[in-house]
């Protein structure tokens, strides 16, 4: 059987050079490939291909088989995933393990096309060891190079704000799926409740306060902020569409997201909780909604896409989005207390598999993505530590926030970009983000 090499790369695969008996592909050329190929009959290629690359994403893998669903890509950034690899089987025994994202394979299988994707099937992989060959990080907003706050939020409104709009009942998760877990439950951010999709709210009990009867959409910005209407488009952006526990979805109301201070009023296992708050000053009510720990970084990427995609919204007609939004001159901006509290949760909370997963998952059916998913340091250049300053992909011209971290020197800790962020490594092996909050 020949074995035709395909190196994953768009800018260098015509000058790479290989031996006489090999056959190097460009990108364009192994996609006509794989689109010729019968979808609905899984059909596989009649030869196989070799192609190496970063693991950028993946599931959780099965016996006998070196992870399920992983995929790669020779950025290692996540920037050019052009294939899934999908079941290899691990050539040596110690290969039946889960690979971690970042590690280096080598695949070499029959092409499929499945679901509009190539995928490698039915075949084996290696893994190549990491000095192998250097880590190329790619830099996902070239064109935004130099460009400050003003100019960085005029920018990205313009590559989000055009997206398809989608009919409200594709917005449910049942529906569009992006928020189901590899075991077939819902992901819910505000409660721990385990729910299928099929247990979506009917008729019957959607008003229930009873938890875990039942899940809803909850909209994070809710939709009486800027007036209840279903015309706008906010309304059904999946980007801030979560499917969440009816009680706990109640809970929360129109509440403004903030800190819950003393005794909450409510709470559940996860940690969200409704009460008291001193996030902000002014009003006779003072009641915020506090997800969990874990999602708060989550809540606030999705309110700094919400407002650059909708700058011309006003977010203050009802609730309690005045709490959290200012509108002048009809252009939407934070409050200074909404925007400390989201930059402390952004940076408290750095982006997660599952936010890059979902940004994929809304691209497909929406269109656009969540920039702050992509590149978590625009948040700084636009609205925190480098407002002012022209945006920049060079990690060495971005503070490192090594003087916070007690008992290391600036010398002596390395940096690395995973997940679009800055991660300073101290030598005893502790990670820390660009203001020194360690990472776990």
């Not at 015309?231 to 526990?245: A, G, Q, R, S, W």
């Not at 009641?287 to 896409?305: H, L, M, N, T």
């Amino acid at each position: 059987m020949k074995i035709k090499h395909l190196f994953l790369s768009l800018l260098l695969v015509s000058s790479v050079v290989v031996c006489s008996a090999d056959v190097v592909y460009s990108v364009s050329e192994i996609m006509q490939v794989y689109e010729s190929l019968n979808l609905s009959h899984r059909e596989l290629s009649a030869e196989q291909y070799t192609v190496r690359g970063y693991v950028t994403k993946w599931n959780s893998g099965y016996p006998n088989y070196q992870n399920a669903d992983f995929y790669i890509d020779d950025t290692a950034d996540g920037s050019e995933s052009l294939f899934e690899c999908y079941r290899l089987r691990g050539v040596e025994e110690s290969d039946c393990r889960t690979l971690q994202v970042g590690e280096r394979v080598e695949a070499t299988a029959y092409l499929q096309n499945y679901n509009g994707k190539a995928e490698l099937c039915n075949g084996t992989f290696t893994i190549i060891p990491d000095n192998d060959e250097p880590v190329v990080e790619e830099c996902r907003f070239k064109q935004l190079e130099g460009q400050t706050s003003t100019q960085l939020l005029a920018s990205l409104n313009l590559l989000i704000s055009d997206h398809t709009i989608l009919s409200y009942i594709d917005t449910r998760a049942d529906h569009s799926l992006i928020d189901i877990k590899s075991d077939g439950t819902v992901w819910d951010m505000y409660s721990l409740c385990t729910f299928y999709p099929s247990d979506y709210c009917n008729n019957s009990n959607y008003s229930t306060t009873t938890e875990c009867e039942c899940y809803n959409r909850e909209h994070a910005l809710p939709k009486s902020w800027w007036g209840s209407s279903e015309d706008e488009p906010m309304y059904t952006d999946l980007h801030h569409i979560l499917p969440t526990d009816n009680a706990a979805n109640q809970q929360r109301g129109a509440d403004a997201f903030g800190v819950v201070v003393g005794t909450p009023d409510w709470s559940n296992s996860l940690g969200s909780k409704q009460g008291n708050t001193s996030t902000y000053s002014g009003g006779s009510y003072r009641k915020v909604f506090e997800p969990a720990d874990q999602y708060k970084g989550d809540i606030a990427r999705i309110y700094f896409y919400m407002l650059t995609c909708y700058r011309d919204k006003n977010f203050t007609q009802g609730g309690q989005g005045y709490r959290m939004f200012t509108y002048n001159n009809a252009v939407a901006d934070f409050t200074v207390s909404a925007r400390q509290l989201l930059l402390q949760w952004h940076r408290d909370d750095p982006v997660s598999q599952k936010e890059l997963d979902r940004n994929d998952k809304i691209e497909e059916l929406q269109g656009n993505r969540n920039p702050f998913v992509d590149d978590p340091n625009l948040v700084e250049f636009i609205w925190g530590m480098y407002s002012g300053r022209g945006y920049s992909c060079d990690i060495e011209s971005l503070s490192d926030g090594v003087e916070n971290i007690s008992g290391s020197s600036q010398t002596a800790a390395t940096k690395k970009i995973e997940n679009g962020q800055i991660i300073i490594i101290i030598p005893d092996g502790r990670r820390y983000n660009a203001f020194g909050v360690e990472v776990k």
